[in-house]
């Protein structure tokens, strides 16, 4: 709805105004969760993985591609290519369907903590919308690249 989508952009001009601090926090978060997973990034041998510019460089990408997802929730339709796309880059990577709802709670509660309190039940019920959608155009992407890899 015209409703949640605007939920969502307001909430996110609010993390993306430090989207440093949330990204990197994003990615602990995601390494938290799933150990192994830090095994799929370049930076996974840095010593101070908080302060690795190799890091910060990733979350920044992965910020700013949030922020396009975010405003491209006002034309699904041309979201879709991009998503899809998104996908299939991350198949060469050796990620999995199984990533999926990890990076997707690592998400909403990185969100969780960078809004405070103006994460209210309905921007948190907006934002699960929003990952469930995500993950229902990224999954098929990334399984069809996958058979081919």
């Not at 996908?87 to 405070?116: C, D, M, S, W």
């Not at 019920?125 to 995500?134: F, K, L, P, S």
């Amino acid at each position: 709805t015209d409703e949640a989508r605007t939920r969502v952009e307001e909430s996110w001009a609010l993390v993306e105004a430090n989207a440093a601090e949330h990204g990197i926090k994003f990615f602990l978060r995601i390494f938290e969760i799933a150990p192994g997973a830090l095994q799929l990034f370049s930076f996974k041998d840095e010593e101070n993985l908080a302060a690795s510019p190799k890091l910060k460089i990733h979350a920044m990408m992965v910020m700013r591609t949030v922020g396009t997802a975010v405003a491209g929730l006002k034309d699904i339709p041309s979201l879709i290519p991009v998503l899809q796309d998104l996908a299939r880059r991350h198949a060469n990577y050796k990620v999995e369907e199984a990533h999926f709802p990890i990076v997707g709670q690592a998400l909403l509660e990185t969100l969780a903590t960078g809004l405070g309190d103006k994460w209210t039940p309905e921007v948190r019920d907006a934002w699960t919308d929003v990952w469930i959608t995500i993950v229902s155009v990224m999954v098929p992407a990334l399984l069809e690249e996958t058979a081919k890899v």
